[in-house]
Structures are given as structure tokens and as C-alpha cells.
């Protein structure tokens, strides 16, 4: 360590947030340098980036603005950083997360060592499962419209660390480069795509929203991924009563609630047959609403419960149509699952998880193009429908494991929907 240097951040540290932004890889920021890139000349851009934290000097670049299309048909912005900015980032992070995380929370569930959105999705199911009520929240642009001030000052109530402090500000402040290399000044906000940004989010929420809930309506459980809040609610009255407070709470901490998104909704089943226009609502990627399900000893029931949405599932048909599978010709079909495979084991790592044969209806598409292709490739299946379908149950059998949704249990879950 240089003891002339006005900041104390060890070349460790740097290396340390360096193997983590490896791992995560990532896009190329506004300078257009990858990671591979970047490691051309490690040692040299490592010192650099070291010498100019430790001296206060670093100035972050701007972060490049990137559109990704929203399950509702919109966009939402990413502000995808500099490798060398990444890396900056997760110094601060490594230090700033280990004073905020113990505080969090039990219901926080975004972007958290050890936890998870299967977890936040199995205690939400159980919780729809005790109380009639749900008030879906949806914060209007979250991420773009942070307040600046109220989060710092967080920030501040938990570390008096000066470079920390600095340089989560220049973060803050950097500009947006457009696609067209215009640079754009923020007021307020944090990039989604920054490796800091869900840490500071969290902290922020954790001031505006959970620690509001804990002292005002402690007898209300909620779970929170992020931005994406589910509260449990005894009665719509309750409910409806809640959804105002948020309004007005959210309002003073510079935050608005969605009008059309934010709903309440009544959590149908076979014990509840109260008669109420809203009946589901979607969570991290799934779809909770009433379902067919079966007893152990084979009684059907309706049960309120999560099952892959779908946004989700036409997002994964419109994937499996761009591979565009059927004429890969080229191909045979070992190689056409093993291109697929990390695809596709992520899909049903992911939204397997419950009620999984709604997933599978959705990945037929898959087979639908494997059916195709084989009817290009094998002169034999042409125009012949059955026989490619028995060509297909016999390759099943005796290669169950050859896609991720072949494999045995896949079937398990609901029936159907009512």
C-alpha cells in the first residue's frame, strides 16, 4: 500500500472486484472495450484503475444507454458501464455491502447473497395461500427516478468512508451516451446495468418501503425483489386502504405507484368463491391464479398458485422460432441439443420449478421444430405426420435426457387453469 495516497484501497481489493466482473462477463460499455480486451494488458490496466482510486483521480465515463424490450411491450433502459468503471464499482460494492446486507429485510429478496426469486415465489404462494388479498405494487420507473439526496443520505447514515461516498456521487452523476454518441446529462436516478445500482436500490427501498411497512403495518407481509413488490392483505378494504398510504409514502420519498399496473387481486380457490374482476397478478416472471391441482389420493381442487406466465412462455416460443431450427440441415440431432442445451436447461431451471407442465406446454415448440426438421432432413418423414411423431416418442425413449424438457418428472404440477 502506497501511504502517500489520500484513499486506503489495497491492489487486492481491485483484483478481487476484477475475478467478479470476469465472471459476470458482460456487454461492452461506451468505450466500446470488452473484458477480453481488457485483459490484453491486465496488469497495466489494473494499476491504473488502482492508482486512480486510491489517489481520488478516477472519474467515471458515461454510461452507455442500451433499450431492451419489456414483457409489456415498452422499453427499458440499461445503462451498461465501462469494464473499468465495472470494476470500480465492485470495489465500492465489496466494501458497502457488508454494512448494509445485515440490516436488510427477511422479505428483500433482489439481488442478495443467498437468496433468491424461487424463494421469494415459494413464500408468496404460501402467503396467497393464508390470506384472501394481494396489493400488486409497481413503482413508476423506478430505477430512473431515485432521489439523489434521500440516497446519499442512506448511504451516509451507514459509512462516513470518503471515497466510498465520493464516488458513488460521480456514479450517480455521469452522463447517458446515446446510440448516436450524444452525451445526456441525469438529475436523478441510477443506471440499471451498474454493478453498484441494485445495492443502492435495495438501500433506498429499504428506507422508503420496508422499514415504512415494519413500523406502520407490521401485521402485513410482503415479499420484494427489487422493485417488484407482492403485499398480503386480509380484506380489500385493507387492501385498498394500504394501496393510499403507499401512494402518499412513496410520494414523499419522490416515487409514484403505477395507476394502471398497481391492482389488487383476489385470490381465488376452492375455499374462496367471492366473485372479483381480478383474479392474478404476475411475480418475478410468473403467473399466480387459480389452477386445477390434484390430491394426493387423486381429489382435483382449485388452488391459487404460480405457474410460468405468459409473457414468459411467448417470449420462449418467439426464442425457439428464431433459431429457426428446421433448416439447420447441417446439424444432426446431438447437435442441435447440445447447441440448444443451455438455453434450455435454464428455462426449466428457472420456470420448472412450479406447476411444470405448464412450462412443457409451452416448450412443444420445440419439438414442433425438431419434428420439421426432421421431415427436411430424412426423405422418409417426408409428408409422413405419424411417422415423424413415432420417430419422435421412439428418440424420447431412448434418449429422455437428449433436451432439458424431455426428462422424467417435467409432467409434475397443475392440470390446468380455471
Same mark, same amino acid.
Given at each position: 500500500?502506497?501511504?502517500?495516497?489520500?484513499?486506503?484501497?489495497?491492489?487486492?481489493?481491485?483484483?478481487?472486484?476484477?475475478?467478479?466482473?470476469?465472471?459476470?462477463?458482460?456487454?461492452?460499455?461506451?468505450?466500446?472495450?470488452?473484458?477480453?480486451?481488457?485483459?490484453?494488458?491486465?496488469?497495466?490496466?489494473?494499476?491504473?484503475?488502482?492508482?486512480?482510486?486510491?489517489?481520488?483521480?478516477?472519474?467515471?465515463?458515461?454510461?452507455?444507454?442500451?433499450?431492451?424490450?419489456?414483457?409489456?411491450?415498452?422499453?427499458?433502459?440499461?445503462?451498461?458501464?465501462?469494464?473499468?468503471?465495472?470494476?470500480?464499482?465492485?470495489?465500492?460494492?465489496?466494501?458497502?455491502?457488508?454494512?448494509?446486507?445485515?440490516?436488510?429485510?427477511?422479505?428483500?429478496?433482489?439481488?442478495?447473497?443467498?437468496?433468491?426469486?424461487?424463494?421469494?415465489?415459494?413464500?408468496?404462494?404460501?402467503?396467497?395461500?393464508?390470506?384472501?388479498?394481494?396489493?400488486?405494487?409497481?413503482?413508476?420507473?423506478?430505477?430512473?427516478?431515485?432521489?439523489?439526496?434521500?440516497?446519499?443520505?442512506?448511504?451516509?447514515?451507514?459509512?462516513?468512508?470518503?471515497?466510498?461516498?465520493?464516488?458513488?456521487?460521480?456514479?450517480?452523476?455521469?452522463?447517458?451516451?446515446?446510440?448516436?454518441?450524444?452525451?445526456?446529462?441525469?438529475?436523478?436516478?441510477?443506471?440499471?446495468?451498474?454493478?453498484?445500482?441494485?445495492?443502492?436500490?435495495?438501500?433506498?427501498?429499504?428506507?422508503?418501503?420496508?422499514?415504512?411497512?415494519?413500523?406502520?403495518?407490521?401485521?402485513?407481509?410482503?415479499?420484494?425483489?427489487?422493485?417488484?413488490?407482492?403485499?398480503?392483505?386480509? &380484506?380489500?378494504?385493507? *387492501?385498498? @386502504?394500504? +394501496?393510499?398510504?403507499?401512494?402518499? =409514502?412513496?410520494?414523499?420519498?419522490?416515487?409514484? !405507484? $403505477?395507476?394502471?399496473?398497481?391492482?389488487?387481486?383476489?385470490?381465488?380457490?376452492?375455499?374462496?368463491?367471492?366473485?372479483?374482476?381480478?383474479?392474478?397478478?404476475?411475480?418475478?416472471?410468473?403467473?399466480?391464479?387459480?389452477?386445477?391441482?390434484?390430491?394426493?389420493?387423486?381429489?382435483?381442487?382449485? &388452488?391459487?398458485?404460480? *405457474?410460468? @406466465?405468459? +409473457?414468459?412462455?411467448?417470449?420462449? =416460443?418467439?426464442?425457439?422460432?428464431?433459431?429457426? !431450427? $428446421?433448416?439447420?440441415?447441417?446439424?444432426?440431432?446431438?447437435?442441435?441439443?447440445?447447441?440448444?442445451?443451455?438455453?434450455?436447461?435454464?428455462?426449466?431451471?428457472?420456470?420448472?420449478?412450479?406447476?411444470?407442465?405448464?412450462?412443457?406446454?409451452?416448450?412443444?415448440?420445440?419439438?414442433?421444430?425438431?419434428?420439421?426438421?426432421?421431415?427436411?432432413?430424412?426423405?422418409?418423414?417426408?409428408?409422413?405426420?405419424?411417422?415423424?411423431?413415432?420417430?419422435?416418442?421412439?428418440?424420447?425413449?431412448?434418449?429422455?435426457?437428449?433436451?432439458?424438457?424431455?426428462?422424467?418428472?417435467?409432467?409434475?404440477?397443475?392440470?390446468?387453469?380455471?
Amino acid at each position: 500500500m502506497d501511504k502517500a495516497k489520500p484513499f486506503s484501497i489495497s491492489k487486492r481489493e481491485v483484483w478481487m472486484a476484477y475475478k467478479q466482473v470476469k465472471a459476470n462477463r458482460g456487454a461492452a460499455g461506451f468505450d466500446g472495450q470488452t473484458i477480453d480486451e481488457f485483459d490484453k494488458d491486465l496488469k497495466n490496466n489494473l494499476y491504473r484503475l488502482w492508482n486512480r482510486l486510491s489517489s481520488g483521480s478516477y472519474m467515471p465515463s458515461p454510461v452507455r444507454r442500451v433499450d431492451i424490450p419489456k414483457r409489456d411491450g415498452g422499453m427499458r433502459p440499461l445503462g451498461i458501464p465501462t469494464v473499468t468503471d465495472r470494476i470500480a464499482q465492485m470495489v465500492v460494492k465489496r466494501y458497502l455491502e457488508p454494512l448494509v446486507e445485515p440490516i436488510f429485510h427477511k422479505d428483500s429478496y433482489g439481488y442478495r447473497p443467498n437468496r433468491s426469486a424461487h424463494e421469494a415465489l415459494a413464500v408468496a404462494r404460501q402467503r396467497c395461500w393464508r390470506q384472501d388479498w394481494v396489493l400488486d405494487l409497481d413503482i413508476k420507473g423506478f430505477f430512473d427516478n431515485i432521489d439523489w439526496e434521500l440516497l446519499m443520505r442512506a448511504v451516509r447514515f451507514h459509512s462516513n468512508c470518503p471515497w466510498a461516498l465520493l464516488y458513488i456521487e460521480r456514479w450517480l452523476k455521469a452522463p447517458v451516451g446515446m446510440q448516436d454518441g450524444t452525451l445526456v446529462r441525469r438529475e436523478k436516478g441510477t443506471p440499471q446495468g451498474g454493478v453498484i445500482s441494485p445495492l443502492l436500490a435495495n438501500l433506498f427501498l429499504h428506507y422508503a418501503f420496508d422499514e415504512w411497512m415494519k413500523r406502520n403495518h407490521p401485521d402485513i407481509s410482503f415479499e420484494r425483489y427489487a422493485d417488484d413488490v407482492i403485499c398480503h392483505c386480509r &380484506s380489500e378494504a385493507q *387492501a385498498l @386502504s394500504l +394501496r393510499q398510504e403507499l401512494e402518499d =409514502r412513496l410520494a414523499d420519498c419522490k416515487l409514484e !405507484l $403505477h395507476p394502471q399496473k398497481t391492482k389488487i387481486v383476489y385470490c381465488k380457490d376452492s375455499n374462496r368463491q367471492q366473485d372479483f374482476p381480478e383474479r392474478s397478478f404476475d411475480f418475478l416472471g410468473f403467473t399466480f391464479r387459480p389452477r386445477t391441482a390434484m390430491t394426493h389420493s387423486g381429489r382435483l381442487f382449485v &388452488s391459487f398458485s404460480p *405457474a410460468v @406466465s405468459n +409473457r414468459a412462455a411467448k417470449a420462449m =416460443r418467439q426464442t425457439v422460432r428464431r433459431w429457426r !431450427l $428446421h433448416f439447420r440441415n447441417d446439424l444432426d440431432l446431438e447437435e442441435i441439443a447440445k447447441w440448444a442445451r443451455p438455453v434450455l436447461q435454464g428455462w426449466v431451471n428457472y420456470y420448472g420449478r412450479f406447476n411444470r407442465s405448464v412450462l412443457l406446454d409451452a416448450l412443444r415448440t420445440v419439438d414442433k421444430f425438431i419434428l420439421r426438421w426432421a421431415q427436411r432432413k430424412y426423405k422418409r418423414l417426408r409428408n409422413h405426420y405419424k411417422r415423424t411423431w413415432d420417430w419422435l416418442r421412439a428418440i424420447k425413449s431412448r434418449q429422455p435426457d437428449l433436451f432439458a424438457h424431455w426428462r422424467n418428472g417435467l409432467n409434475g404440477g397443475a392440470i390446468g387453469a380455471v
